[in-house]
């Protein structure tokens, strides 16, 4: 049944590295459905987008990206949501529009600190893969990981490995620049991948588990949790609307 009007939420869906809006489609489809507006911005160098990619695509181009379409768009009110890296995208969208967000969800995502960058919060010998594997592009960008790698529901790896495109380096690299806006916000939320290893978003579940003013999930499923569980993520995002 659709919500009433009253309970309409505007939903603003961040994707992560080598992704693009399309992964969203069956969250997104779901919520429409249920009388919601929902945008799903693919970030610039990615998906459908991967053409404008360039050397000076970074953190700020992505956070310019989906500020834009908060402005745009005239939303208010809205549910900010940013899967894997782009937590570090809604992370400094709401510098920008924190009195526009009433709920912001890091799904299986990080949750930056001012001054880190992405790379900051990965183990050192990965660091040093990642910084191997952009330079064989001139420093330009990182192949896609394998869905299996991110224990994508094997059903989906196909299709995953299909979408994904080279991701922008510089964007793992910037330094987010942050003064508080996200903890401002009433409504926080971390959803956790429970099938999917990592030492990292377990410690942001860890952490953000201890304080009150954050609520948390941990799904059984693989990292992309809007392929493996949109149903349930549906729901998730309406309960924390």
């Known amino acids: 049944m659709a919500p009433s009007a009253a309970r309409k939420q505007s939903f ?3 994707h992560g590295a080598w ?8 969250v997104a489809d779901r ?4 009388g919601h507006r929902v945008f799903t911005p693919t970030l610039t160098g990615l ?4 053409h404008l990619l360039d050397e000076k695509t970074d953190l700020s181009t992505h956070i310019e990206d989906v500020a834009r379409v908060i402005e745009c768009e005239d939303l208010e009110r809205l549910v900010l949501v ?3 890296y782009g937590g570090m995208v809604v992370s400094g969208v709401a510098e920008r529009a924190e009195q526009k967000i009433a709920s912001i969800v890091f799904l299986d995502a990080f949750v930056p600190e001012n001054g880190k960058c992405l790379l900051d919060y990965v183990p050192a010998e990965r660091r040093k893969e990642n910084e191997a594997l952009a330079a064989k592009s001139g420093g330009r960008t990182l192949p896609p990981l394998a869905a299996e790698w991110f224990k994508v529901n094997e059903n989906d790896c196909a299709w995953v490995d299909a979408k994904c495109t080279p991701h922008p380096f510089a964007s793992f690299t910037e330094k987010a620049r942050l003064s508080g806006a996200r903890e401002r916000i009433a409504r926080k939320t971390y959803v956790r991948a429970g099938g999917y290893p ?27 949790i809007m392929v493996d569980m949109p149903e349930r993520l549906a ?3 309406e309960e924390v609307a």
């Open 12 to 14: 603003v869906l961040v």
């Open 19 to 26: 992704h693009g809006g399309w992964c969203w489609r069956r």
């Open 31 to 34: 919520l429409v459905r249920r």
């Open 47 to 50: 998906g459908e987008r991967a």
């Open 82 to 84: 940013g899967h894997s």
């Open 198 to 224: 990592s030492v990292y978003f377990s410690g942001f579940l860890a952490q953000l588990g201890a304080d009150p003013t954050w609520r948390t999930y941990e799904l059984s499923c693989g990292h992309d």
């Open 235 to 237: 729901e998730i995002l």
